[in-house]
């Protein structure tokens, strides 16, 4: 970075008194910068010399501060204990609430995060799936999906090495061993890897048990009944970014997509997509990214939030079988790589938190 620029003036005769005083101040900058320089390189450096200063965060707010992911239970003692993954920055987990947080997935070889989830029966299940799934062209990518049964004092890989990003993760309420994970895949290329895949065995083998019909599709959003768990919704995505431009759907917003919401009643074994001739009310094709949420307290109700033509939010009062459309203003409408994430509240149906992820 240049700090100072000075140019001669071009003027007639006589000129040399004109530009005198701007060489005589460039002079002295110039021996000013240079005493400063030569101070810095003699003068001692250790740690007492900033041993009185504080910590400030000095970024990045905009490329690497993004939070991706975030999880939490109440422990027994009636603490909560949080687990929050940064884009590219790791695990961090606080014991009192989000009072005071540190880092636990420091010793891993990748620090992108795109998803964490705890184990309903038992908290100190922890699992964490790397890649940020906030699909921009500056995000980093991950080596697949991590385990800890101590609270994240320890990891274990646990496969999905080639998955590249993982969107979300969701354990079964009833079984501890069986867990799925969303993989929207590869993103600047097609990738065979994409889809949800699910483990009975507590992550030692995987298998994909929904795929998108091209190589270019992939699992971003997964949602189990807590009452039944054989009862889920999944959402699949087809994307692509280039160097020079970036595709939510189709090639065009009319084009085909192979997007889609799709409902399953026997844990994934076989699946039924959501659509406007089998589902009244579900908006028609093509989609972009969709998001799904099951209410804790009344699993008929499902939440959709669907990228289209005309994005909205879609609602279900019989677990799927048919939908209304709701709001439809400017808050619906977000960028595809910046998605929303939608929450119910654990004890209100009627109570929807969405968080936009915006840059």
């Known amino acids: 970075m240049r700090l100072f620029q000075f140019r001669p003036v071009k003027r007639p005769s ?7 005083p701007y060489r005589i101040t460039g002079g ?8 400063i320089a030569a101070y810095a390189q003699e003068a001692p450096y250790n740690s007492s010399t900033i041993s009185g200063l504080g910590t400030r965060n000095i970024g990045s707010a905009r490329m690497s501060g993004r939070i991706s992911a975030i999880a939490g239970a109440r422990e027994p003692s009636g603490k909560i204990t949080l687990f929050v993954g940064a884009a590219s920055g790791g695990v961090w987990k606080s014991d009192d609430g989000g009072t005071r947080y540190h880092p636990v997935f420091d010793e891993q070889a990748v620090q992108s995060i795109g998803a964490i989830a705890l184990d309903p029966k038992n908290s100190k299940n922890v699992w964490v799936g790397t890649g940020e799934s906030w699909t921009r062209n500056s995000v980093s990518i991950g080596d697949g999906i991590y385990k800890s049964t101590d609270g994240g004092e320890t990891w274990t890989h646990a496969g999905l090495e080639k998955s590249e990003r993982i969107a979300k993760i969701a354990v079964s309420p009833k079984d501890s061993n069986t867990v799925f994970a969303c993989v929207p895949g590869a993103l600047w290329s097609d990738s065979p890897d994409r889809g949800l895949y699910k483990t009975t065995d507590g992550g030692k083998m995987w298998k994909q048990i929904l795929k998108g019909p091209n190589a270019s599709t992939g699992c971003t959003t997964v949602a189990i009944d807590p009452n039944n768990p054989d009862v889920m919704f999944a959402s699949m995505w087809d994307f692509r970014r280039k160097g020079w431009e970036y595709r939510s ?18 844990g994934g074994t076989t699946w ?15 989609y972009g990214r969709i998001a799904v949420a099951i209410a804790p307290s009344n699993a008929k109700r499902i939440y959709a939030f669907v990228e289209s033509p005309e994005s909205a939010l879609f ?13 439809k203003s400017q808050w619906m409408v977000w960028r595809p790589f910046y998605f929303a994430n939608l929450i119910v509240d654990p004890r209100n149906p009627d109570r929807l938190f969405l968080s936009p992820m915006a840059p």
């Open 14 to 20: 006589p000129a040399p008194p004109a530009v005198a």
């Open 28 to 35: 002295i900058l110039l021996f000013c910068f240079v005493s």
């Open 249 to 266: 759907g189709g090639e065009s917003p009319t084009a085909s997509s192979a997007s889609g919401l799709f409902h399953s009643t026997d």
């Open 272 to 286: 039924n997509e959501i659509t406007p001739d089998a589902n009244k009310g579900f908006p028609k094709k093509p």
């Open 315 to 327: 609602v279900s009062d019989d677990a799927g079988v048919t939908w209304d459309k709701r709001d």
